[in-house]
């Protein structure tokens, strides 16, 4: 489904929901795909505590495959210089990114990281909170383009070209019975 990135979401002004277990196996699937060469993440979260359990959540998905965490960054919904996690997140050049949050603090983020660090959205993945027009409106098409993530059903969406398309969870050998 796909839906122009104009219009305010209301739904989705506030904090992240609670994240599902369908999302997080949705999340870490678009991390090890089929020859997937991404061993190492950075993980990003605000400081709302749904954020922070889908982090914690990731991470320790994330490390039982035996892959790596290089940073854990945490951010306020406002600050006056985004400088400082930005930095985090790249330092240590990851081989992609996770992030979790609400989309005005997620989208101030990812501006300063456009701007000041080698960060790239098509290396970026998000919980489902980021997968909305909002996000695109508030951070611009550009500087998201190419990010992608999990929604709360386990399917997943990507933002492109000032678009947010959703897809359906992929169909289970036992939903095909």
């Known amino acids: ?4 990135a104009a219009g305010p979401e209301s739904h989705m002004e506030g904090l992240p929901a609670q994240h599902t277990d369908a999302e997080l196996a949705a ?4 991390l090890t795909a089929h020859r997937s060469r991404i061993r ?4 990003g979260h605000g400081r709302d505590g749904h954020s922070r359990a889908a982090a914690r959540a990731f991470t320790a998905a994330w490390q039982t495959l ?13 600050a006056a210089s985004w400088l400082r996690p930005a930095r985090r997140l ?32 098509a290396r ?32 997943t969406w990507e933002l492109r070209r000032g678009w947010t398309t959703h897809y359906a969870p992929a169909a ?6």
Request: no cysteine; proline share 6%; charged share 20%.
């Open 172 to 177: 289970t050998a036992d939903a095909q019975r």
């Open 27 to 30: 999340l870490v699937g678009l």
């Open 40 to 43: 190492s993440v950075a993980v």
């Open 124 to 155: 970026t993945v998000g919980f489902a909170s980021l997968g909305t027009p909002r996000l695109v409106e508030l951070a611009g098409a550009d500087t998201v383009h190419g990010l992608r993530g999990a929604s709360r059903d386990g399917g």
């Open 90 to 121: 790249t330092a240590q050049t990851p081989d992609a990114w996770v992030l979790a949050g609400a989309p005005a603090g997620v989208a101030r983020l990812v501006r300063r990281l456009r701007r000041s660090t080698d960060w790239d959205p």
């Open 1 to 4: 489904m796909n839906e122009p």
């Open 66 to 78: 035996g892959l790596d965490v290089l940073a854990v960054v945490d951010w306020p919904e406002e």
